[in-house]
């Protein structure tokens, strides 16, 4: 007779935090058929956002900021463990598009299409985002060039700084008879006609515009990271301030001469720009165009995975359907990885709809879900603008 011997099997269990590096999809799902999120937080329920105050960038009006201090604006977000900077900065072009054309047909077909292409009356900033994962020297992920693509798009495409407000509005600097220095720009004019020509010869001749960049830096990345990306921008875009811009007298009216190819002679100006490192100008945005974004995600809850009582009957359990819910502001790797329905919304306070993606994947996006998603947007739109003084 063979002898057996007896081998006692006991039930393993994890604690949370073991389970959710395990099995991130099944301690999602515990969480979600009790109610609740693995941060904690109800299914519609927002992460607190702070900004800090501008208190780095050239024109902020805090001591201590250095002379060559070259930030126009800047902003620090936190929202639950993740931190997003932004910081502005800037640059000056010509814009090589003559300001007066001989050709009175060419300028009448360009003006009939820039009145038929309304993006042409606003710009966008050139965002640079990066992901810090304490690596240095690595070329920039997918994921980083299509945030900052996005975030040019989104600028763009909801008008929030018109072209006109980046037009830099020259001044000029002179020199009276007893060496006091006086500088003077457009909208300050007098009655003084000899400045007014002098204005109009450069103006008919010369243009400039401001260009804004943004740099966008992410320290402690746990979910989604336009919304957080896109409410930084704004916040920081609002704190823009751009410096002035003159020209010396003499230099106004410098010319030199060019020797081409043909051996030929041709004179053109030369115009030095100068900053004025202690006067500035708020850049004027609209404030219609000026809304926050808001990420939901949409997942079924697995009846299998439910937390349920032993007495249940088994055939009960087989019947039961997956349950779809809404989950606001997208958190934690173990949401991020599988929730896969993500909708995007991006609105104003006036409740007004300027940006929404929407992305399928393994749940349904039903009407239901996107008009509530919508209407909570709007709400998170408001409560954000009111709190970040973008009322005012």
């Known amino acids: 007779m063979t002898d057996f011997e007896t081998v006692d099997v006991s039930q393993v269990s994890f604690p949370p935090e073991i389970l959710a590096k395990i099995s991130p999809e099944l301690s999602l799902q515990r969480h979600l058929s009790l109610g609740l999120r693995p941060s904690l937080r109800a299914f519609e ?21 250095s002379e060559s201090n070259d930030i126009l604006g800047f902003n620090v977000l936190k929202s639950g463990k993740t931190i997003v900077t932004t910081t502005i900065t800037g640059g000056i072009v010509e814009n090589m598009v003559p300001i007066e054309s001989d050709d009175i047909g060419e300028q009448e077909l360009l003006e009939l299409t820039k009145a038929r292409d309304e993006l042409n009356q606003y710009v966008a900033v050139f965002p640079n985002v990066t992901i810090e994962k304490g690596r240095k020297n690595i070329p920039p ?26 037009k830099v509005k020259c001044g000029l600097r002179s020199i009276d008879s007893e060496g006091n220095i006086n500088i003077v720009y457009p909208d300050e004019l007098d009655d003084n006609d000899i400045v007014k020509d002098t204005f109009k010869q450069i103006s008919d001749k010369r243009s400039w515009s401001y260009v804004l960049y943004a740099k966008i830096v992410v320290f402690g990345r746990t979910g989604p990271l336009l919304p957080l990306c896109w409410n930084s921008l704004i916040c920081a875009l609002k704190s823009t301030r751009l410096p002035r811009v003159f020209l010396d007298e003499r230099a106004a009216r410098l010319k030199m001469t060019v020797r081409t190819r043909g051996k030929s002679l041709t004179v053109k100006e030369a115009h030095d720009l100068i900053c004025d490192p202690n006067n500035s100008l708020p850049l004027e945005m609209h404030s219609y165009g000026v809304g926050f974004a808001s990420n939901f995600g949409i997942i079924d809850i697995d009846p299998e995975a439910q937390i349920g009582d032993e007495d249940d009957d088994d055939q ?30 991006i609105s104003d306070s006036e409740g007004n ?13 039903t009407l239901d879900m996107i008009k509530k998603s919508i209407k909570s947007s709007k709400s998170r739109s408001k409560d954000l603008s009111s709190k970040f003084g973008m009322n005012k």
């Open 141 to 166: 992920t997918q994921e980083e060039i299509t945030l900052s693509q996005r975030l040019h798009d989104n600028v763009l495409h909801s008008g929030i700084i018109p072209k006109k407000s980046l």
């Open 45 to 65: 329920e927002f992460r607190d956002v702070t900004i800090s105050e501008d208190k780095i960038s050239h024109f902020s009006g805090f001591e201590g900021v």
């Open 316 to 345: 009960e359990m087989v019947t039961k359907q997956p349950i779809s819910v809404l989950l606001a502001d997208i958190d934690t790797e173990a949401e991020e990885e599988n929730v896969r329905s993500v909708i995007t919304v």
């Open 353 to 365: 709809l300027k940006n929404l993606n929407l992305v399928g994947g393994g749940s349904k996006l």
